[in-house]
Structure formats: structure tokens, C-alpha cells
């Protein structure tokens, strides 16, 4: 049975995107077999355990728990290159141009990565860049308000 089937009949209520993560690492395949079922069966009682949820990312610290959502489903290759483009050196104001970080990823012989894929990694990092700059505005604003009283 195909995963998407699978997840659609059985109330299962692992995201389609985790589970096909799973198929990517090797851990599951398409179409499943009874042993795939019988995994994705035992994660889906666990998936949405707090207890379990708690000890994990209580291993992170703050900003490997910032970071999580944006990077857990990227290679290795793809994680090195969003921060990268996240990281300004020194007194440079803007990140890298594609093509040098094409480069470099070949002299750190990483896995290569598409042009169009390196743009959607660096589009998140400025996201991330400027969600960073709002959250610092807020606190200043909060901090000169406590100031005023």
C-alpha cells in the first residue's frame, strides 16, 4: 500500500511530510511493507507524548531549539549552506552570492546543491535574518518602556 493511502485510512496522525523524511533516511519504504506499518503504528502513539517531546528537546539549547523547525528535514549539504547564508562574515553587510557558496561547497567536498535549491535556502535564511531583527526591536521597545515607568 502507498504512503499516502496508508496515512488517509488509518488516522494515523504522523505528517505525511515526517513520513516521507522516513522513506528518505531508509527506515520506511513506498509501497509499505507489515514491518513499516508496524513502525508507523508505534510512532503514532508516541508522536504527540509530551513526556517523550519534553526529554528530546531538552538536550537542545536555545538556539538549536530556534533553529529545529527551519532545518530538521534539511541534508547536511543543505544545512551548512542556509547557515551560511544565515552568518554575515565580520563587518560584511550581506551574505554570499550563490555561486561562492557553490564554490566553497565543493572545496568542503559537500554533497552539490541545485542553484534553485541554494535560493530557497538563502530566501529562508533572510527570512530567519529578519524575524531575528523583529524580535530584538520588540525587546528594546519593551525595555524602554520599562524604562518610562
Given at each position: 500500500?502507498?504512503?499516502?493511502?496508508?496515512?488517509?485510512?488509518?488516522?494515523?496522525?504522523?505528517?505525511?511530510?515526517?513520513?516521507?523524511?522516513?522513506?528518505?533516511?531508509?527506515?520506511?519504504?513506498?509501497?509499505?511493507?507489515?514491518?513499516?506499518?508496524?513502525?508507523?503504528?508505534?510512532?503514532?502513539?508516541?508522536?504527540?507524548?509530551?513526556?517523550?517531546?519534553?526529554?528530546?528537546?531538552?538536550?537542545l539549547n536555545e538556539s538549536e531549539?530556534?533553529?529545529?523547525?527551519?532545518?530538521?528535514?534539511?541534508?547536511?549539504?543543505?544545512?551548512?549552506?542556509?547557515?551560511?547564508?544565515?552568518?554575515?562574515?565580520?563587518?560584511?553587510?550581506?551574505?554570499?552570492?550563490?555561486?561562492?557558496?557553490?564554490?566553497?561547497m565543493a572545496r568542503h567536498k559537500?554533497?552539490?546543491?541545485?542553484?534553485?535549491?541554494?535560493?530557497?535556502?538563502?530566501?529562508?535564511?533572510?527570512?530567519?535574518?529578519?524575524?531575528?531583527?523583529?524580535?530584538?526591536?520588540?525587546?528594546?521597545?519593551?525595555?524602554?518602556?520599562?524604562d518610562d515607568v
Amino acid at each position: 500500500m502507498e504512503i499516502r493511502h496508508y496515512l488517509k485510512g488509518n488516522r494515523l496522525h504522523i505528517p505525511q511530510k515526517v513520513v516521507y523524511h522516513y522513506k528518505r533516511k531508509g527506515l520506511v519504504s513506498d509501497p509499505l511493507t507489515a514491518q513499516d506499518k508496524t513502525f508507523l503504528e508505534n510512532l503514532n502513539k508516541v508522536w504527540h507524548d509530551r513526556a517523550t517531546i519534553g526529554c528530546m528537546m531538552a538536550k537542545l539549547n536555545e538556539s538549536e531549539r530556534a533553529w529545529l523547525p527551519h532545518t530538521w528535514m534539511l541534508t547536511h549539504a543543505e544545512r551548512w549552506a542556509l547557515t551560511r547564508f544565515y552568518n554575515t562574515q565580520g563587518e560584511k553587510k550581506y551574505p554570499p552570492r550563490i555561486k561562492t557558496v557553490m564554490e566553497e561547497m565543493a572545496r568542503h567536498k559537500l554533497a552539490p546543491l541545485t542553484e534553485e535549491r541554494l535560493r530557497e535556502l538563502q530566501k529562508t535564511a533572510r527570512y530567519l535574518r529578519k524575524k531575528e531583527k523583529r524580535k530584538q526591536v520588540a525587546k528594546q521597545g519593551i525595555e524602554l518602556a520599562k524604562d518610562d515607568v
